[in-house]
């Protein structure tokens, strides 16, 4: 004993010898760090905006439309928790000022509504359920009031700061207080019905509001454009620039910040930790909308999202949208739970550890800092370089070739961001391959490649700031993502066959039977300008696993459609014939507004139906209701062929399929009888045709 105590001792000198690299640059500050862990959370929109359908609400609204049926907070956590989330930021307060929670400060809040007697307090329910579903809780106040008449004033700045010290005090500890860069312009305010504009840098004294959260909430990180303690990545997509430095010069910024999109990246030279929050919805609207049910992001684009976010130094909020019952909607449950799959998937077996690690050079050459401090699964050790040296590479060797696609990195953050530069080999068949070259690392950083079979990883850090210091490299192998094909094709009859995943090829059948492995494989686009139905299916080469068939009905391709009224020279109308529900088209404000367009489709055919797709936009316009389609032969008799009403379209803004009795013509002509909204220009998103031998 005595014995292993004295080479303990001497093993403790040995590594005193060799001191930790000094700082570099801005450094986190505890409740950074903590808040760099939780990397995936929940945003939650759910307020008055969720009863109006609107996104922005005036503030004019009744308390009295607040009335959800089922309201379960407990759901929302559950969600959350099941899907791999750490916390969830419920928007307490949105622009139009109605208040969750029984504020003091308002008439306009749950306490004048019919929900639970005006008894209820969204607040407390989920600070509670989150509580009871270890998940952290957040709370978003927005600066903005359009229903106070105070705003404005001084008077509204001493209400805000109390419903500040509310959210504060009353529902146990917060983790992140949010604050939108929306403010000042029109609104109700309290009947006044006009346009107030504010300083946003001085109005709110965000110096004030700072030290109140600092004093009550000590834990708790601020958000906006600026921070202090984080920021805005700069879009609403989730997503940050393959550079991103966790640092920037932050006396610059302010909520509203007009250089908003170096928020992506970060400044090189910053002054002040602030890393990034990537915000994006999993729909396109930020509140519930029933015309979005058809728009849930797909598990492709969900994992785009957390590789360009949490895979780019960044942090993910994920907005859920509650719907008017209360809860979230099953559909977003099921992507949810789909994008946790994969990751678990993605993740599951770290490869790292079972390698060698060697560096081209270790500090002090000391064990302390070794290669091998990469993968011991400890976050606080990592692997540094002598002083000076800001170059170097680390090798993982496997004792036989394994397959890879994913690379993880961190650095060791507590010590600063540092890597400027960073390249990615593969030893494969004894030869060094080039995977990626890349920027910064900082917390996080996940690159995806194509599965390789690699004998030996090798990472050199080709610049940094001093030493560089990284405390993990992960190597995995995904499995394929595997959800169905995309099927589409453009407007000259060209089809495109897209698997979610590139080591999965895709087999299809142009006949409408089933796909298998014997099927035709994809090689590229090609030409389909004849009716038909394309199924297709994707599955590792060879065979094996197979996804799902995805399945498709093309009529006649549109190369020689041409819309003939309303007459353009910019070729803007072939929008709503190119192939693209995405696009779309409608008259330019002022213009004469027409109420019909009408298409030559090159030749004649015997028709029998009709195809439309309205707008797809979030903020849509436009969208009409009721319609009359009619046929001619030769541009000038028509005879009507269907009309009617497109059933629940504004709610539900998927494709129209319509049939009528068959009728040989070559022109179509579709009108738009009642259009819905101010705004009566009408828009047309995709049109197309229904043939006899469909």
Request: glycine share 8%; charged share 25%; with cysteine.
């Amino acid at each position: 004993m005595k014995y292993n105590i004295l080479l303990l001792c001497a093993l403790c000198l040995s590594c005193a010898k060799v001191p930790p690299p000094a700082p570099v640059g801005p450094l986190p500050s505890d409740r950074q760090l903590a808040w760099q862990e939780l990397e995936y959370y929940a945003f939650v929109h759910f307020n008055m905006n969720t009863f109006t359908n609107r996104e922005w609400g005036l503030g004019d609204e009744s308390p009295a439309l607040f009335n959800p049926t089922a309201l379960d907070a407990g759901q929302w956590a559950r969600v959350a928790r099941e899907a791999g989330m750490k916390g969830i930021i419920l928007t307490a307060k949105h622009h139009d000022g109605f208040c969750l929670w029984p504020t003091s400060t308002t008439e306009h809040s749950v306490k004048n509504s019919p929900w639970k007697n005006g008894q209820g307090d969204v607040l407390r329910e989920l600070s509670e359920a989150c509580r009871a579903n270890g998940l952290k809780f957040g709370v978003y106040l927005s600066p903005w009031d359009r229903n106070s008449a105070a705003y404005g004033t001084d008077a509204y700045v001493k209400l805000y700061h109390k419903q500040l010290r509310e959210l504060l005090t009353r529902y146990g500890d917060v983790f992140e207080v949010w604050f939108d860069g929306a403010n000042g312009g029109s609104g109700y305010y309290g009947g006044a019905r006009e346009t107030r504009k504010i300083d946003s840098k001085t109005y709110y004294q965000w110096d004030t509001i700072t030290a109140m959260v600092r004093r009550l909430q000590p834990r708790a990180v601020i958000f906006s454009d600026g921070g202090p303690d984080i920021r805005w990545v700069g879009n609403e997509e989730g997503w940050a620039n393959e550079t991103n430095w966790s640092i920037m010069r932050r006396d610059e910024i302010y909520p509203g910040w007009p250089r908003y999109l170096e928020l992506r990246s970060g400044h090189e030279d910053g002054t002040d930790w602030l890393p990034a929050e990537a915000d994006v919805s999993i729909r396109p609207g930020w509140y519930y909308h029933p015309s979005e049910d058809h728009q849930v992001k797909s598990l492709p684009g969900l994992l785009d999202i957390y590789y360009q976010s949490v895979g780019r130094n960044a942090s993910l909020l994920l907005n859920l949208p509650v719907d008017p019952t209360g809860q979230v909607h099953q559909t977003d449950v099921a992507q949810l739970m789909a994008l946790k799959k994969q990751l678990d998937r993605d993740f599951a077996d770290d490869l790292a550890p079972g390698a060698r690690a060697t560096a081209t050079d270790v500090r002090g050459n000391s064990d302390t800092y070794g290669a091998a401090r990469v993968s011991d699964q400890d976050p606080e050790s990592y692997w540094a370089t002598d002083d000076g040296t800001t170059s170097a590479a680390l090798t993982l060797t496997f004792d036989s070739p394994e397959e890879v696609n994913r690379l993880l990195l961190q650095e060791y953050i507590p010590l600063g961001q540092r890597v400027k530069a960073f390249l990615v080999e593969a030893l494969v068949d004894g030869d060094w391959v080039v995977l990626d070259r890349q920027t910064t690392i900082g917390h996080k950083r996940i690159l995806r490649f194509g599965t390789i079979n690699a004998r030996a990883i090798r990472v050199t850090i080709t610049d940094s700031k001093g030493p560089p210091l990284i405390s993990r490299i992960g190597l995995f192998k995904a499995p394929p993502v595997m959800v169905p094909p995309e099927i589409s094709r453009d407007r000259e009859g060209m089809v495109t066959l897209t698997a979610a995943d590139p080591d999965l090829e895709i087999r299809y059948t142009l006949d409408g039977s089933q796909p298998g492995v014997q099927s035709p494989r994809y090689m590229g686009p090609f030409l389909l300008a004849e009716p038909a139905t394309v199924r297709a299916l994707a599955l590792p080469p060879g065979g094996g696993e197979q996804t799902e068939v995805a399945g498709r009905r093309f009529d006649i391709s549109k190369r020689d459609w041409r819309v003939v009224y309303p007459v353009d020279t910019t070729g803007t109308t072939n929008r709503m014939i190119d192939n693209s529900p995405a696009t779309f088209w409608a008259p330019e404000k002022g213009a004469p507004v027409p109420r019909e367009v009408i298409i030559d489709l090159g030749r004649e055919y015997t028709l029998q139906g009709f195809t439309f797709w309205p707008m797809q936009e979030r903020w849509s316009f436009g969208i009409f209701t009721d319609y009359e389609f009619l046929l001619s032969r030769d541009n000038q008799h028509w005879q009507p062929a269907a009309q009617g009403e497109f059933s629940n379209i504004v709610n539900n803004p998927v494709e129209q399929i319509i049939t009528f009795d068959a009728s040989p013509a070559r022109f179509i002509k579709l009108r738009a009888l009642n259009i819905r909204g101010e705004e009566q220009r009408p828009s047309f998103g995709e049109i197309g045709i229904i043939t006899s031998d469909r």
